[in-house]
């Protein structure tokens, strides 16, 4: 069964109701091109940015959903498709999250991942960010089921930390899904490496979803969302516009990977069982 894979590379602006016409626009374009699972960037409905974050958050209540919810609800139907609705930020008893839902062609919320690791770092003179300062981090892994396989999902800085991805494919997961929205510092020395590095270790496909850049933004992302296979080769990409990425996923090619290089098999856990426990020798 052919799965063609879609990553809407979405121009992103200040307004909200902008930004969901957009995404429903592209969403139903990658959907008449024949895709069956649609993927929006982190943060598709706000500019990215932790002084944006209060005034976009939506709760995530699938009985009563927000306008955001509304709209993925119908792209997913209408498309017919599985939608991967980026991230947004979404408000809970008080609490900011950063927050990836999940929908089936019949329009129902089939998953939820709240961002598990917060995008903190400081390079100096070059970028400073905080995600701490006003989010929550999720404290669970996610995959959700469609009928070509499992799919495994983190949020950007997610795909830094490989148990997740790895944890997913011991699980049987067929591919990590991780919206994104790397910066102009480490993008472009670290997004494909990632990305690539995780369809290794794993032999699972992996896809990266990034806002396009603007440059008038306060964030300027890297853009170039990319699919990779899972012999960790990049299949499909693209620059810093608005675009869309499709990619045919032939799915027989994690067997040939796994018989080729058969990692899965060799795997000494008897040697290195327990990660957590090791000894921490540095700060
Ligand atoms: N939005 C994010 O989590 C950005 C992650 C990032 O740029 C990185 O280098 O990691």
């Not at 990779?228 to 994690?254: G, K, M, N």
Request: with cysteine; net charge negative.
């Amino acid at each position: 069964m052919s799965l063609k894979l879609a990553l809407v590379q979405l121009a992103v602006g200040a307004q909200k109701a902008v930004n969901l016409a957009n995404a429903r626009a592209k969403v139903l374009e990658a959907a008449k091109a024949g895709a069956n699972i649609v993927v929006l960037p982190e943060c598709f409905n706000s500019p990215y940015g932790t002084q944006y974050f209060a005034q976009y958050a939506e709760e995530i209540d699938a009985a009563q959903p927000s306008e955001s919810l509304q709209e993925l609800s119908k792209m997913a139907r209408d498309g017919n498709i599985f939608l991967v609705g980026g991230s947004i930020p979404e408000r809970d008893s008080g609490h900011l999250f950063n927050t990836c839902t999940v929908w089936n062609p019949q329009g129902e919320l089939i998953a939820k991942h709240r961002k598990v690791h917060l995008f903190d770092i400081d390079f100096p003179g070059r970028i400073v960010f905080k995600e701490s300062d006003v989010l929550k981090p999720g404290n669970a892994l996610t995959d959700f089921a469609t009928p070509w396989g499992r799919f495994g999902v983190g949020i950007c800085y997610d795909m830094r930390f490989p148990e997740l991805a790895m944890i997913a494919a011991r699980r049987g997961c067929v591919g990590m899904i991780y919206p994104g929205a790397f910066n102009m510092t480490t993008g472009p020395m670290h997004w494909e490496l990632l990305l690539r590095a995780r369809a290794m270790d794993n032999q699972v496909f992996v896809a990266g979803c990034s806002p396009a850049r603007d440059t008038s933004a306060t964030y300027h992302a890297w853009g170039h969302s990319t699919i990779v296979d899972p012999f960790a080769r990049v299949i499909a990409t693209t620059e810093d516009s608005q675009d869309i990425v499709y990619a045919d996923l032939d799915l027989e090619l994690i067997k040939e990977v796994r018989q080729s290089v058969p990692i899965y098999a060799q795997r000494r856990f008897d040697v290195y069982k327990d990660v957590a426990a090791a000894k921490k020798e540095v700060s």
